[in-house]
């Protein structure tokens, strides 16, 4: 049975730092939020553009107290201006940190390049602890080698000078152990922290106001993500169930050749682009709304995004109480599918239809579905897992 632990006072004396580049809501945006729930001591979020060339994105902090926010400033120097921009980026949050005087308690650090700003910030005696949280572990992160080489000798110091290691993966574990030549005493420190999700804030409705015949992709469009094995899967879905719909929420690059692709399978009524809806509690309610989530990843990138990763979209669905249909190239794709929370295929657009029509063509077999999947989710509720890790790192 899940039960949350509500008792946050070890964290409410805390002093904490987050430093990230931002792009859209995840792991990190929640961390900060959690931590102005409790209403921590202080907090200093400090937010750097991951994409510089978008106009209306700088580097900024916001200082919290007690939950409240009382300062916040931007900074547009150095903006896209290539390796530039990100040396800044390490630089101010630094000089962000020593101009508030004071030390801190614990410095997360949302990439290799913002921990080892941390790191440093403890040699110098302003931080006590230093996280290293990534969202993914990529081998081939430039084309260029001597870049992509560097990138990972900084990941490399960033692993060894943390005092802990937040993945997502246990398969990261390995990735850094064979790439990075670490020693594998630096596995202890490696901590798996998975994606999570609101539990209490997503409001679940009650079945008969489901739209039951209904699926839904959140996220970047981009091939990788394999929305097109739904799309190719839809004239068999219509066969059996005519008023299928499949919504997509997100933007990408992608998005033109899904729409081509939907027309000339003639299934263009029944797929509806919602584009980026930036309000995540919005995302939240719309997908409680569906009957099925999809999360099908091809094989098809060599980054290892997908293989290193656990996919939020996931826990947004099961957290929503809906069920999953989704490939096998994430490390919990069957973990989910053993614990009823939905059904792992090949990509295979034949499969996916089968998937579909197995989970949102039989109301029964549908509740149950949408009881394990919400039974699943609870334990990765972020209030009780990310007091539970935080708890850990200052015990």
Known sequence: MHKRDNDNTILQNKSVIIATHYSSTAFIQHLEEFLRIIKIKKLLYIGHPLHPER????????????????????????????????????????????????????????????TISGVILKKLGFVDKVIFYTVDFVPQRFENKLLNNFYHWVEKLAVIFSDEVWILSPRVIEGRRNLLELNNKYDKKQKLVPEGVWIDRIK????????????????????????????RAMPIILERIPDFILIIIGKGDYKNSLEKLAKNLGVSDNVKFMGYVEDHKEVENIIASCGVGIATYTNEDESGLTFYADPAKTKLYLGAGIPVVMTDTFYNAYDIQDAGGGIV??????????????????????KEYRRSSLRYAKQFDYPSLLAKHLKRVFV
């Open 55 to 114: 106009e209306n994105e700088l580097s900024f902090y916001r200082f919290s107290k007690k939950g409240k926010a009382v300062e916040m400033k931007k900074f547009s120097f150095l903006k896209n201006k290539g390796l530039l921009t990100y040396l800044k980026d390490g630089i101010l949050n630094i000089v962000f940190v020593l101009s508030k005087r004071k030390r801190w308690d614990l410095y997360i650090g949302a990439d290799n390049l913002n």
């Open 204 to 231: 679940r409705l009650p079945f008969f106001n489901v739209n039951k015949h209904s699926a839904i992709f959140v996220g970047h469009i981009v091939k990788r993500m394999g929305v097109q094995i739904v799309i």
């Open 345 to 366: 295929i090949k990509e295979s657009s034949k499969e996916a239809a089968s998937a579909i029509i197995s989970i949102i063509g039989n109301d029964k077999r549908l």
